[in-house]
């Protein structure tokens, strides 16, 4: 079956160290992945999105994202955490479909 | 443009109510899709539409729940009778594109339903 899997669900740092939030996906010949970020109380907002063009991928907030291929991933990284970071991200992924297939989600706590 | 608009921002009923959930999609956007999502369950899909028409509804819970598109700018979702277990928020969000997987969803702030 078509999974993606968030292998946190809770992740906590210090304000100025990395953030990495991991996630894994079914492996498929040609997903689409995306990170949505949602703040308490608010909609879902897209992060970035991969869809079969560079493997790395840049999105808003200084945050971006690898495609693996080999390793069926699609981690979620940031070089320095500020405290607006602290949210809720969800990792997605749609195999040729409007259906987008949502990740558990994982909380990011960002201390100062 | 304004997004996505939800209404009722909050809603507080009791159980045995009928409640109207209503979403105006972003003007343009060919694709609408209601999510509910609750801390055990998370976000689950509970129907989409396409060029108003529905495509997929196995998300939806079971008859009380119900969903329309009479025009491309409106659509609802209906829960009559409300349980207490339906309480969740329920967002909208539209995108526009084809079925290449790659459209991106814009989220509405959501609808807090607590049934009493």
């Known amino acids: 079956a078509q999974s993606v899997t968030q292998l946190d669900s809770h992740v906590s740092v210090s304000e100025g160290t990395p953030v990495l939030l991991r996630c894994n996906y079914s492996?498929?010949?040609?997903?689409?992945l995306f990170w949505y970020v949602q703040h308490p109380n608010k909609g879902l907002q897209l992060l970035l999105k991969?869809?079969?063009?560079?493997?790395l991928v840049k999105g808003i907030n200084g945050f971006e994202a690898e495609f693996k291929k080999s390793e069926t991933s699609f981690h979620l990284t940031k070089p320095s955490a500020h405290m607006s970071d602290a949210a809720e991200y969800f990792c997605?992924?749609?195999?040729?479909?409007?259906?987008?297939?949502f990740g558990t989600g994982t909380r990011l706590q960002v201390f100062p | 443009d304004a997004g996505v608009i939800q209404s009722p921002r909050h809603e507080v009923t009791e159980m045995g109510q009928e409640v109207t959930l209503r979403c105006k999609p972003i003007?343009?956007?060919?694709?609408l899709f209601w999510y509910r999502q609750t801390m055990m369950r998370g976000l689950e899909l509970l129907i989409y539409f396409n060029n108003n028409v529905p495509i997929d509804d196995s998300g939806m819970p079971e008859d009380r729940f119900s969903a329309k598109m009479p025009n491309a700018s409106f659509s609802t979702l209906k829960i009559q009778p409300s349980e207490p277990r339906d309480s969740a928020v329920y967002f909208c969000a539209s995108s526009f594109g084809d079925s290449s997987g790659a459209n991106v969803l814009t989220f509405g702030a959501g609808s807090r339903l607590t049934v009493l």
């Open positions: 003007s343009g956007h060919n694709s």
């Open positions: 997605v992924v749609s195999y040729n479909t409007d259906k987008l297939i």
């Open positions: 492996s498929s010949y040609s997903p689409s």
């Open positions: 991969y869809t079969s063009a560079a493997t």
